[in-house]
Every structure is written in structure tokens, then in C-alpha cells.
């Protein structure tokens, strides 16, 4: 088990900023991605944003423009800035390393242990 440690999060006004951040002790290998993920109260968990190993990073349309998805390879580390939140990001977020399976997807095999986040109006 690869032991992924987040911190950040906490509770803001809408239109308010969060930095969350995820790391590693170690220095990851065969990842095919890092990225935040979220799962809200009641809901599926969904991909937030997820920046590939050669640093391209995806945004989900709903965080698009507002989040960016950054990394500090030399500190086994990514970051979520989060910016211009709204009462719908309220959620669980979760950090994650991806892994290339035997299907060749490019999926999330480690997680972080969550950190909640609360958006209020």
C-alpha cells in the first residue's frame, strides 16, 4: 500500500480560495497520473482534475477555470488550488495516484485518506 498524505481543506465562504495538497515519503514510480478526486454526500465519486506524467493536466468541466492541478516532482508532491468555490464543491476530496492496469487504462490505484471540504453560501 502506497500511503498518500493530504492536507488542507476546511471550511470557506462561496467565492472564497483552498490549496489542498498530497504527498508521498516516497518517490512514486510506474504512475501514469496524479489527481484529486471528490465524492459528496450521497453521490458516486467523480474525477476533479488529474495531471499526466508528462505534466498535462484534465480538469472536470465543473472546476474548470477555477481549480488548477499542479505538482512538485522533487517533493513527491501535487497540490488542488481551488479558487472561486461554490456552495457545490462541498465535498470529500481525495488525492490519488494512477496506475497503467493490465487494460492499459490509466486509473487510480492509491488514495489519499480524504479531506473534507465545505463551501457555504
Known amino acids: 500500500q502506497l500511503p498518500l498524505l493530504q492536507s488542507g481543506g476546511g471550511s470557506v465562504q462561496a467565492g472564497g480560495t483552498l490549496r489542498l495538497s498530497c504527498r508521498t515519503p516516497?518517490?512514486?514510480?510506474?504512475?501514469?497520473?496524479k489527481g484529486w478526486y471528490r465524492q459528496a454526500p450521497g453521490k458516486e465519486r467523480e474525477m476533479v482534475s488529474i495531471?499526466?506524467?508528462?505534466?498535462?493536466?484534465t480538469y472536470a468541466y465543473f472546476v474548470e477555470g477555477r481549480f488548477t492541478i499542479s505538482e512538485d516532482r522533487d517533493k513527491n508532491a501535487w497540490y488542488l488550488q481551488m479558487n472561486v468555490l461554490k456552495t457545490e464543491d462541498t465535498a470529500v476530496y481525495y488525492c490519488?495516484?494512477?496506475?497503467?492496469?493490465?487494460?492499459?487504462?490509466?486509473?487510480?490505484?492509491?488514495w489519499g485518506q480524504g479531506t473534507p471540504v465545505t463551501v457555504s453560501s
Open positions: 495531471i499526466s506524467s508528462d505534466g498535462t493536466p
Open positions: 516516497g518517490q512514486l514510480f510506474n504512475t501514469c497520473g
Open positions: 490519488a495516484a494512477l496506475v497503467t492496469d493490465l487494460s492499459r487504462t490509466c486509473a487510480p490505484r492509491f
